[in-house]
């Protein structure tokens, strides 16, 4: 399967950005999909996930102001983020896997499959 992220761009502190993962190549409803973040010289981390069966997980310390969502005929994972902080300045990357079990989710190891990145910036 091929990923392509985008959504991201310029938003000042306390704005809203939706991210979209648009897949290609293979059934998406089978697959499970996540989105990870690296900002600069940091390790690239988990941020939300949605199963392939529609059950969504999110980071402890985002998911009061982030929400991940699909849409299976559109073969896209959406990740819609909101009040966001100069923090959250990265790049943000989705990744997909047909088999990871749920213990598993917030590891990069996990997925075998990976967009590109769309870089979000928050300016204060």
């Known amino acids: 399967v091929q990923l392509q992220a985008s959504g991201g761009g310029l938003v000042q502190a306390g704005g809203s950005l939706r991210l979209s993962c648009t897949a290609s190549?293979?059934?998406?409803?089978?697959?499970?999909v996540a989105w990870f973040r690296q900002a600069p010289g940091k390790e690239r981390d988990y941020v939300a996930a949605?199963?392939?069966?529609?059950?969504?997980y999110s980071a402890d310390s985002l998911k009061s102001r982030f929400t991940i969502s699909r849409d299976n005929a559109k073969s896209t994972v959406y990740l819609q983020m909101n009040s966001l902080r100069r923090e959250d300045t990265a790049v943000y990357y989705c990744?997909?896997?047909?088999?990871?079990?749920?213990?598993?989710?917030?590891?990069?190891?996990?997925?075998?499959?990976w967009g590109q990145g769309t870089q979000v910036t928050v300016s204060s």
């Open positions: 990744a997909a896997s047909s088999s990871v079990i749920l213990s598993n989710l917030p590891s990069r190891n996990a997925y075998a499959y």
């Open positions: 190549g293979d059934t998406f409803r089978r697959y499970s």
């Open positions: 949605v199963r392939y069966n529609g059950a969504t």
